[in-house]
């Protein structure tokens, strides 16, 4: 009787956004399941019509065969400061926040960028079980978790919410989560943190945090234009896909699988699947640095053909 409850106020909410039009309420109406889900995002409100007519959506399946191999793609340069924040329940997802106020901030260039950028958020995303979890996927295939840490053009812009509407405003760097028995310690400091962070809105500080600890050391990624994940859908997200994956372990897995959408109190829905489907590529190109096998001497572009998912790695 209680979730029953939950729909009937979901669809007051969703009946007076129709109405009256108020954007605050639709940034909490939105989810990733039912009438609410991601095909729904730009059909009900005019705001996030990106999310359903736009032209370089995110996520996409990565199918290897179709993969530019760009040799002018440089290492992606990064800062090792560690970093201060807040750790969220945001209802959708686990979001760290970096301390913006504190100067310098921990920035990233180079490869497919043209600019610097600060890192503004991380962002969890996994599935009720280890067969799906990630945004991207690779073949078709998903992963159990997706890592994602997003920053925004600080050389042009003052604040991510400036930077998001704006061309070059944000570039993303994500990372696949595959099952290991053996665990990232930096990684290993958020999931604790998210005991604290089991309801919606909850918060805890996390400082002194190695955000360079959490990212596998790898030159080499997969990159393409495309958007933010959740509404409002902005085209504007330059994407960064490393090919080392993060480990995690299962019962770094089951302790996520514990955090939930609504506050503490209300009718519960866990937060798994956290996930939106990939989209149509639309003729865009994906490059990678990744060198190709061949015998070619051909300088420039070329199509790389070797770059598959291994199920060893994938799932443990």
């Known amino acids: 009787m209680e979730y029953l409850g939950l729909i ?51 996520p996409v399946d990565i199918t290897p065969k179709n993969l530019v191999y760009d040799p002018n793609l440089q ?18 997802d686990i979001t760290f926040r970096l301390n913006m106020t504190s100067q310098p901030h921990f920035s990233f260039t180079s490869g497919p960028l043209s600019y610097t950028y600060s890192i503004y958020e991380i962002k969890l995303h996994f599935g009720s079980m280890d067969q799906l979890g990630s945004e991207h996927t690779v073949s078709g295939r998903p992963f159990p978790a997706e890592i994602q840490i997003l920053g925004f053009n600080s050389d042009l812009y003052d604040t991510y919410n400036q930077a998001i509407m704006k061309p070059h405003g944000i570039a993303a760097m994500a990372m696949f989560g595959i099952i290991r028995d053996e665990e990232n310690p930096d ?8 005991k604290s962070t089991r309801f919606k809105d909850d918060h805890i500080s996390i400082a002194d945090f190695s955000l360079l600890g959490l990212i596998p050391p790898s030159e080499f990624y997969i990159t393409y234009e495309g958007s933010l994940t959740q509404p409002n859908c902005m085209e504007t997200v330059t994407w960064i896909i490393f090919n080392k994956p993060l480990y995690i372990t299962k019962d770094q897995l089951f302790t996520l699988r514990q955090l939930h959408q609504a506050p503490e109190g209300s009718p519960q829905l866990l937060m798994e699947n956290n996930f939106r489907p990939p989209l149509p590529i639309n003729r865009r190109t994906i490059r990678t640095n990744i060198t190709p096998k061949t015998d070619e001497n051909n300088c420039g572009m070329k199509k790389i053909t070797f770059y598959e998912v291994n199920e060893r790695y994938r799932f443990g």
């Open 187 to 194: 990684f290993e400091l958020l999931v604790q943190a998210t």
């Open 75 to 92: 290492p992606i340069r990064m800062d090792r400061r560690n970093v201060d924040g807040m750790l969220y329940n945001t209802g959708y």
């Open 8 to 58: 009937y106020i979901s669809l007051l909410d969703l009946l007076f956004c129709l109405v009256v039009g108020d954007s605050t309420l639709w940034s909490q109406w939105w989810s990733y399941d039912g009438i609410s889900g991601p095909e729904y995002w730009g059909l009900l409100n005019h705001e996030w019509s990106l999310c359903s007519h736009g032209r370089y959506q995110s």
